[in-house]
């Protein structure tokens, strides 16, 4: 196996599966979740049965580029009677690149990087292996400690398991936990928080009828395996993914199963939220616990139940024979797929315009630098945030904190998305009840990362004494503050930052022209047009499109 073999199997293949399962679920919204969940459930089954898959199917080989021959100097391939590009160092000189064969040095090299790969592989997945274990033993020992449930939550849960004739389950009852959860993979068990025997028998039917869902469905083995897929798999994005919606897909099946049973939906959402409002323990409860009350989940379930139709039509006989069949399909070439280096090596159309262009100017510094490095190492426990939040609701900036509030359980898109550390931040700054008063203050922080905070949340906040405090910040030295603050005068919309976004249009920093290229179109005057068409040249195609679309140039 090489090295481009490994990254295909651990890449390529378990992402056609994940992308094939999300059009499945796409064409699916509007029937049942139980068979969202099913389709999430075989995709991770395809992938862990992949490797075994691999083994037995004959290759479906995909020719590919020889890394070791696609070495190629600017001056071997490109050729500008205007424009000398410099080679660099760490190119092959013209020679090299067009007489190269592959030597015994290459190949130990490619060996090296092989086993570094796997070695590196090996390692994570281990750890991260271990620790789901970890949590899978704490849980089952959180469950053998708890106490039996009463005699009450025994005979609830009694006539709801004779009346679906059921398998009857071990209910337990601890102060360790603040959710109702399932735990146990072979044999599971319902945990309920001390206070769930006070509850209205009402609450305890909705409770335990979706926990009894999870049992019956065994959502913790599933969920299990798929944890163990994106272990295995912990450098593809879309498998993390295809593990989550997994998750979410059986909570919503288990929501839908308490809904179908007669329980009113907007009354059971209500219900969900005072369970997640007195879950002040619910880390105690790690991931190996299918709790009801996860907040990564639970804001999406809150919308299904307040926006869903009386009933969701089941999936017909022939419609799940055609997903299987599709899946199938997928899945047996993906497994087969084997990706080979290339006889002939040619040079990429991205090589060949990477040597032609030079790089731009604002890829310069900290724009080379990941989204992360604007992240601020930013902590506040959870009773102090929801203090300072309940102090927001009632002070001068309350309009402003219920709009904040709203995000602070949004689930980061990608690791750019820095929207909820953000929210907490600007919480963690109030003072009094106070929030716009701090964020004008925090504009002079000697940190780069406070300020772009700062920016960001009074671009939020629409508040127009901010302008004044903005403006000088377009000629900052850090492009991510420049580029944040053109962003929030661009969503203020303030005619007063006209000059300084005009001349935002030739800022180094592509992020900065496009906010002004925006800015200036909105705001209008006897020359915008020509201001803006002149950035229609920019070197850049998201300032070009920001342009086109301005004037309505195609």
Excluded at 61 to 82: C, E, F, M, N, Y
């Amino acid at each position: 196996m090489t090295t481009l073999e490994l990254l295909s199997g651990l890449l390529i293949k378990p992402a056609a599966l994940s992308l094939t399962a999300l059009g499945m679920t796409a064409l699916l919204r509007r029937r049942r979740a139980s068979a969202r969940h099913a389709v999430w459930t075989a995709a991770i089954a395809a992938m862990l049965a992949l490797p075994v898959l691999a083994a037995i199917l004959p290759d479906l080989r995909i020719p590919t580029l020889d890394a070791g021959a696609q070495r190629v100097s600017a001056a071997t391939h490109v050729a500008s009677p205007t424009r000398q590009v410099r080679p660099r160092l760490s190119e092959s000189s013209p020679a090299q690149a067009v007489d190269r064969s592959e030597t015994p040095r290459e190949t130990s090299a490619e060996g090296v990087v092989f086993v570094a790969c796997v070695s590196v592989w090996a390692l994570v997945a281990s750890l991260l292996l271990a620790r789901r274990i970890n949590a899978e033993v704490g849980v089952y020992r959180l469950a053998r400690e708890a106490r039996p449930a009463s005699l009450r939550l025994r005979r609830v849960s009694g006539r709801l398991v004779h009346a679906r004739q059921a398998e009857r389950a071990d209910i337990r009852v601890s102060a360790l936990v603040g959710s109702p959860a399932v735990v146990g993979l072979v044999h599971p068990i319902v945990l309920l928080p001390e206070d769930a025997e006070s509850w209205p028998d009402a609450d305890l039917a909705a409770v335990l009828t979706h926990e009894l869902g999870h049992v019956e469905r065994r959502d913790c083995l599933t969920n299990f395996c798929a944890d163990v897929a994106a272990i295995l798999y912990w450098c593809n994005p879309l498998v993390g993914f295809s593990a989550r919606r997994l998750r979410l897909e059986g909570e919503r099946a288990c929501d839908e199963r308490v809904v179908n049973e007669g329980t009113d939906s907007r009354a059971y959402a209500e219900l969900l939220l005072r369970v997640a409002r007195a879950d002040r323990l619910g880390s105690s409860l790690t991931r190996a616990a299918t709790a009801m009350s996860r907040a990564r989940e639970l804001e999406s379930r809150l919308m299904t139940l307040v926006d869903r139709p009386e009933t969701y039509p089941a999936i017909s006989r022939m419609a799940a024979t055609l997903l299987v069949s599709t899946g199938v399909s997928i899945t047996l070439p993906a497994a087969a797929l084997t990706v080979r280096a290339a006889d002939a090596p040619i040079a990429t159309a991205a090589a060949l315009i990477s040597q032609v262009l030079p790089p731009e100017p604002d890829r310069l510094d900290d724009s080379l630098a990941s989204p992360r490095s604007e992240r601020l190492p930013f902590r506040i426990d959870e009773s102090t945030l929801d203090r300072r939040v309940t102090e927001a609701f009632s002070g001068p900036d309350s309009v402003f904190a219920r709009r904040l509030a709203v995000g602070l359980h949004h689930e980061p898109a990608n690791e750019a998305d820095l929207v909820r550390d953000r929210i907490r931040w600007v919480f963690g700054q109030a003072e009094g009840g106070r929030l716009i008063g701090p964020l004008l203050e925090s504009l002079d922080d000697r940190d780069w990362r406070v300020q772009a905070y700062a920016v960001w949340a009074l671009a939020v906040a629409g508040d127009a004494q901010a302008v004044p405090r903005l403006i000088p910040l377009l000629r900052h030295s850090v492009w991510r503050v420049r580029a944040m603050a053109a962003f929030a005068l661009r969503a203020l919309g303030d005619p007063g930052a006209e000059g300084a976004m005009r001349a935002a249009l030739v800022d180094p920093a592509w992020q900065v022209r496009v906010e002004a290229v925006e800015y200036v179109a909105a705001i209008g005057g006897d020359d915008a047009r020509e201001l803006i068409r002149a950035r229609l040249d920019d070197r850049h195609i998201a300032v070009r499109r920001a342009a086109q679309s301005a004037i309505g140039v195609h």
